[in-house]
């Protein structure tokens, strides 16, 4: 469906389900890979195509924007230059109620689905070649607040709108930022979390995964700036 032979594209968080489901779509697409984790022991059983070109790098602090930069500086001169990046670090907490959430919640909550996509564009903008496309990985909560969220559809919300901004600011590198805002992805730990939820309703990472294949394919070289609902039928 994609051809990104010429390719080299980072995704934060790629021992995740939607990270390594990226991960396997670039890779089959002929895509040059660059794969972050925290976890060292979760990116060594990424289930990739043989012969995939792969620069990766785990027990990683994504929220330290100068061992990122170290990192992809590294990447960069071994993989070839980097024409993409796929933020998927993230977290869930459904919290309290609003009006009694701690504010430690709010920062936790910020941490893991803000500041670790700003540390990651920050870190790579110096290497993106023009033309490039970032990807962030909201929530279905962004747009709508939802009871005992307020945390993290506060911090999913403030992601939508950096990466808003972050589309204006690089437009004169003919750089792209866009935002998919998946559900509920259909994952092992969801559904033990959810077991009599209706999981057939739920979004596959493998269906994320196209949309943010999409944004990074010149097939969607006019669209930026946007925020794209990803909902399956939840």
């Known amino acids: 469906m994609f051809n990104f032979e010429n390719h080299v594209v980072?995704?934060?968080?790629?021992?995740?389900?939607?990270?390594s489901a990226v991960a396997r779509g670039a890779?089959?697409?002929?895509?040059?890979?660059?794969?972050?984790d925290r976890s060292a022991r979760k990116l060594a059983t990424a289930d990739l195509p043989?012969?995939?070109?792969?620069?990766?790098?785990?027990?990683?602090?994504?929220?330290?924007?100068?061992?990122?930069?170290?990192?992809?500086?590294?990447?960069?001169?071994?993989v070839g230059p980097i024409t993409g990046l796929v933020c998927t670090v993230g977290a869930f907490d459904?919290?309290?109620?609003?009006?009694?959430?701690?504010?430690?919640?709010?920062?936790?909550?910020?941490?893991?689905?803000?500041?670790?996509?700003?540390?990651a564009v920050q870190a790579i903008a110096p290497l993106l070649a023009e033309g490039s496309s970032i990807v962030t990985v909201g929530a279905r909560a962004?747009?709508?607040?939802?009871?005992?969220?307020?945390?993290?559809?506060?911090?999913k919300a403030a992601l939508v709108n950096f990466t808003e901004s972050l589309a204006e600011d690089m437009a004169a590198r003919e750089i792209r930022a866009n935002c998919v805002l998946p559900s509920i992805i259909d994952t092992p730990a969801n559904r033990a979390a959810m077991p009599?939820?209706?999981?057939?309703?739920?979004?596959?990472?493998?269906?994320?995964?196209?949309?943010?294949?999409?944004?990074?394919?010149p097939a969607s070289r006019a669209v930026s700036g946007a925020a794209i609902p990803v909902f399956g039928r939840s």
């Open 142 to 155: 962004a747009r709508k607040g939802m009871g005992r969220m307020a945390a993290y559809g506060a911090a």
């Open 10 to 19: 980072v995704v934060t968080g790629a021992g995740g389900h939607l990270g």
């Open 94 to 119: 459904a919290g309290e109620l609003a009006f009694e959430e701690d504010w430690s919640a709010f920062e936790a909550m910020l941490a893991a689905n803000l500041r670790s996509a700003v540390t």
């Open 27 to 36: 890779a089959e697409a002929g895509a040059g890979l660059v794969l972050l």
């Open 196 to 217: 009599d939820a209706p999981f057939d309703r739920w979004v596959a990472a493998a269906a994320v995964a196209d949309v943010v294949l999409f944004l990074l394919a």
């Open 50 to 78: 043989a012969g995939a070109r792969v620069f990766a790098r785990g027990d990683l602090d994504l929220l330290d924007r100068g061992s990122v930069a170290e990192v992809l500086g590294e990447a960069h001169r071994r």
